[in-house]
């Protein structure tokens, strides 16, 4: 059978009728057309010639790869186990259609994964942000950047929300002091900003209202997104991702620390202050918006030695 365009589609089509997110289809077909266009190359064309050894030469391949120079791995010479898995993740999930639907090739689940050892997720004390906010003053020259990356990094801490969700706030969930937004598996939850953060975008709101430092000009501001994009190409929409990424790079940069800023980490940050002030875990999982405790009891650190002060003095007086 020809692995064509048809082919492809099907797949895609295939995909969408077991109910996969929009976005989830995306990422399969970008992933998908690498391998497909890696086989052509190699003059391969039809299923039955791809066996285990040619998934092999494309993993080989895929660590061939410079990483991103953009995003916290942007320093290693090839991609990441993790990112290579999310490439090989469609290869199986073709073949898994391909063999469902025609009953041909291997079982997909004989396409080995990499082993992913588990990121340390850093996160950040009070002292350590109050930091970063005055160092934000040696990375951004313009103010409007600088209280830009100073809100990201109030609602990031404050509010424990994810980038693509913090991309997405409006100005209007922000002074209603809570937002109800879908995060990660479209799982629905609450979030909550503080006066602070409240007093924070209004600065920055009016910092908006006026003419570009570096142009003279005046943006066309939709009033709509918390955080916007300041470039020429994104005046005045939702803020993209690579913007976000530079102006951290910078921060680290300056910074010069072992730990990496990044929203996720301000996000553990978020998540480790709540397990020290001894909030209750199921309500740290319902502000992260994790569907299995669990997953909140692993993503945060405990403070062993205040878990030590609570069992003294829980046991002090029990004597024998």
């Known amino acids: 059978m020809i692995i064509n365009e048809q082919l492809i589609n099907n797949f895609l089509q295939y995909l969408k009728n077991e109910g996969k997110k929009e976005k989830t289809i995306y990422t399969n077909r970008y ?7 890696w086989l052509k190359e190699n003059k391969k064309h039809t299923v039955e010639q791809v066996d285990k050894l040619t998934i092999e030469k494309y993993k080989q391949y895929l660590f061939s790869l410079p990483a991103s120079k953009y995003g916290k791995y942007k320093d290693r010479e090839s991609l990441s186990s993790g990112t290579i898995n999310q490439k090989l993740v469609a290869v ?41 906010i005055k160092a934000i003053e040696h990375t951004e020259k313009y103010e409007l950047n600088r209280t830009r990356l100073k809100l990201l990094i109030m609602i990031a801490y404050t509010s424990g929300m994810r980038l693509n969700e913090i991309r997405n706030l409006t ?13 990660k598996w479209d799982k629905d939850r609450r ?30 501001d939709s009033m709509e ?11 005045w929409n939702k803020i993209w991702k690579q913007a976000i990424t530079v102006a951290f790079q910078k921060l680290n940069k300056f910074l010069k620390r ?40 692993i993503y945060i650190h405990e403070n062993w030695s205040n878990l030590k002060n609570i069992q003294d003095s829980t046991f002090k007086n029990f004597a024998i």
């Not at 992933?31 to 266009?37: L, P, R, S, T």
């Not at 979030?191 to 943006?219: A, H, S």
């Open 31 to 37: 992933n998908f057309m690498a391998f497909f266009h």
């Open 92 to 132: 199986k999930n073709f073949f898994k259609f391909v063999n469902y639907v025609y009953d041909i090739w291997l079982d997909s689940n004989k396409i080995k994964m990499n082993k992913v050892r588990s990121q340390r997720c850093d996160s950040f004390s009070e002292e350590e942000i109050k930091e970063m």
């Open 171 to 183: 100005i209007q969930q922000v002074m209603e002091w809570k937002a109800k937004i879908t995060g």
């Open 258 to 297: 072992s730990k990496h800023i990044t929203l996720h980490t301000l996000r553990h940050s978020f998540a480790t202050k709540l397990v020290n002030d001894w909030v209750n875990l199921t309500h740290i999982q319902n502000l992260m918006g994790h569907s299995k405790l669990s997953t909140t009891a």
């Open 191 to 220: 979030v909550y900003f503080t006066d602070n953060t409240q007093k924070l975008l209004l600065k920055y709101i009016e910092l908006r209202k006026q003419p570009i430092e570096r142009t003279g000009k005046i943006g066309e």
């Open 225 to 235: 997104y918390a955080v916007i994009g300041h470039n020429q190409e994104t005046f």
